[in-house]
């Protein structure tokens, strides 16, 4: 029997809204390199959401190669980047970031976040010029890895904290859909334009077959920017297929919607181990769920599921990762609450 996957939120294909349109526009020739009418149509789009006419856009095919254009592209060679412990671009993308030559100071997160107190110790810690790195560039992710997300204030605080220091601040959002359709969440499109200088925008992970788009905010950081794509290899000639993807998801605000209901679904098994008295790492926030589980109860249900263990808890438990995506199947969903 094959196990159903809570792994992640892109083990499907795409949306059928996408599909049917790269089916439908296959043989209408367009401009190459993200000049085609649907990638303009994508961005305007975008664009209206952000109500931001300073913002410019690009689209690449996914987060890794989002994160290291962007870092790479913007940094000199001796300035370092300040990430939490648990940051995506420290512990999960295979050293690409250390791999273009940039540090990467990593400080303790306090669920998942980081705050101007700890970016203020890693500034303390490397003051000794000429001698230590510069940090110029602070790394944050909304939703974070472990699925909570910045508050309006928080982000308000670190971006003020940023510009009196000089700093960048890079927003990390490959499931920021998730974030925005938060019942927690009072942030918009808008604000997060105005408090980076640079954020990106999922949907290989909501709906998508791939695609992250990159919102540059700080004029300056934009000049050139797509002879960088282009030096990194991820200048698609065929950029109609990651522009029709963006238009299908920002039309009627499906992008939104798609988010929003692998969030409530995250919910719904949250609530329901909660009721049955398990324990979770942290307030159920977007479309991941942390739980604090037995090893016995865990060997149960990777029979018929799959999930991460995330890391050991204690010598009898450990806390797994279950992920729900704009697709997931609520028989199966109800099929887990039962196995508990």
Request: net charge positive; proline share 1%; charged share 20%.
């Amino acid at each position: 029997m094959q196990k159903y996957n809570f792994l992640d939120d892109y083990s499907e294909g795409c949306h059928p809204n996408i599909l049917n349109k790269l089916i439908e526009t296959n043989l209408i020739q367009q401009n190459a390199y993200g000049f085609d009418e649907y990638s303009n149509k994508a961005k305007q789009l975008i664009k209206n959401k952000l109500s931001n006419k300073e913002s410019e856009i690009f689209f690449v095919t996914g987060g890794t190669q989002a994160n290291l254009i962007i870092i790479s592209s913007i940094l000199r060679s001796h300035e370092a980047i300040i990430s939490i412990d648990i940051g995506h671009i420290l512990g999960r993308e295979a050293g690409a970031i250390e791999a273009t030559g940039h540090k990467i100071i990593s400080v303790p997160s306090l669920n998942g976040k980081l705050d101007i107190n700890k970016i203020q110790v890693a500034l303390d810690n490397h003051n000794i010029i000429p001698h230590m790195v510069k940090p110029k560039l602070v790394y944050i992710s909304n939703a974070s890895e472990i699925g909570t997300i910045y508050t309006k204030k928080e982000l308000q605080e670190i971006s003020n904290f940023c510009k009196r220091k000089n700093l960048y601040l890079f927003i990390d959002g490959a499931r920021l859909a998730a974030a925005l359709t938060s019942t927690y969440n009072d942030l918009t499109l808008n604000d997060l334009s105005k408090l980076s200088d640079i954020f990106t925008l999922g949907a290989t992970k909501n709906g998508a077959l791939f695609g992250e788009a990159i919102i540059i905010n700080n004029s300056t950081l934009a000049e050139d920017f797509n002879i960088n794509i282009k030096q990194k290899g991820a200048l698609l000639a065929k950029g109609r297929t990651i522009g029709i993807q963006f238009l299908e998801l920002f039309r009627d605000d499906l992008y939104f919607k798609l988010a929003k209901r692998a969030n409530n679904l995250a919910l719904i098994i949250s609530n329901e181990f909660v009721k049955k008295g398990y324990k979770l790492l942290d307030t159920t926030q977007t479309n991941q769920i942390f739980l604090i589980l037995p090893n016995i109860l865990i060997e149960q249900l990777e029979k018929k599921f799959s999930f991460y263990i995330w890391k050991k808890y204690d010598e009898k438990h450990s806390i797994i990762r279950i992920v729900t995506s704009w697709i997931s199947n609520e028989d199966k969903i109800q099929e887990l609450i039962n196995s508990i």
